[in-house]
């Protein structure tokens, strides 16, 4: 009698990893097609991105070579006196000076109408890389305190 219990333990073993596998096999495909979109969406956002207008502020000349000598001390003046009150580097944004704050506001408010264009709630949790971080999120508590 003992001998037509071991065929079914094993039975409900062989079953159960079987399940396991299956289980496994489902959630692998489930996480995969879940990264994809979380990668798709996150390269859009950067296309959006791209169109942002404080991307042409970068492409613009370095201070030194649109400013004369006189202008680059007042220049390296200004950019002292910002980083002392504000603790943060000012951004040269192709005429001025502009403190980091202010700068990364305007791309914060472009990078709410990319998420609006595209979709995104919860950039922390729907996008990929450095625009998950929550300097990203127009909702951050970040922000938050910033004003």
Known sequence: M?????????LSAIIGIGLLLIGLVVFGVVQQKAWSHQ?????????????APFKQALKVPRPEAVLTDEQLQSHFDAFDQLLKETGLPPIWNG?????????HKNSIEFASQCHGQLGIDQPQQQLKGTYAKPVWDPNSSIWRQAD
């Open 95 to 103: 005429k001025t000076l502009v403190p980091w704050k202010e700068f």
């Open 2 to 10: 003992d001998n037509t219990r071991e065929p079914a333990g094993h």
């Open 39 to 51: 990668a798709e969406l996150t390269k859009s956002f950067e296309a959006c991105m791209e169109s």
